[in-house]
């Protein structure tokens, strides 16, 4: 009976979250203006870790950052993925700051803790309901993995 009790509180406390979420979404609008609240960042970054497979996690990346490769990838990211996310990686640009979410400073922790595996899955399936695309298709797949680890501490600064 009590387990009952606590199972049915359970549900309602889910329920009123639920609720007051969607109300809170659609009072503060569908406006790419507004910044993402503490909350729904920590949500959807929490939710998108979770969401990698544990084999693409621990996958290694092939490359060594030789000079070759890194100069390869910078001008490989200064074509494809500074629009968004800058030269520096610090996502201060027009597009990168007005997207919603917008794009993220990728010199900090936030970033630079994702380990090979969580980057390479990240840059090669995109972030659903995001500006961040999906890089997947074959011929671009070496140059990805070579910006792949500039976007470890080697990127340009
Ligand atoms: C059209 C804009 C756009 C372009 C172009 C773009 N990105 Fe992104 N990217 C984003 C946005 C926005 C996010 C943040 C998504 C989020 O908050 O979940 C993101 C997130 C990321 C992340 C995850 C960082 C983190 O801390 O969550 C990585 C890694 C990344 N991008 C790499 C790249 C690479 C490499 C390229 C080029 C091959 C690229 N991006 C091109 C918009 C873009």
């Not at 621990?58 to 074509?79: G, T, W």
Request: glycine share 8%; with cysteine.
């Amino acid at each position: 009976m009590r387990k009952g009790r606590a199972l049915f509180f359970l549900v309602l406390a889910a329920a009123v979250i639920t609720i007051a979420g969607v109300v809170s979404v659609i009072r503060r609008g569908f406006s790419a203006r507004e910044q993402p609240s503490a909350l729904e960042n920590y949500l959807a970054t929490s939710v998108r870790a979770l969401g990698v497979p544990t084999r693409a996690r621990n996958k290694k990346n092939p490359f060594l950052p030789s000079a070759d490769v890194l100069a390869e990838a910078r001008a490989h990211f200064a074509d494809h993925c500074a629009l968004c996310h800058a030269n520096d990686g610090g996502g201060k640009t027009e597009i990168g700051q007005n997207l919603y979410p917008r794009a993220p400073d990728m010199r900090l922790f936030r970033t630079q803790r994702l380990t090979d595996g969580e980057l390479y899955y990240t840059i090669h399936n995109g972030i659903r309901l995001t500006g961040m695309p999906a890089w997947g298709a074959r011929k671009i797949k070496k140059m990805t993995l070579g910006n792949w680890s500039c976007s470890y501490d080697t990127c340009p600064s």
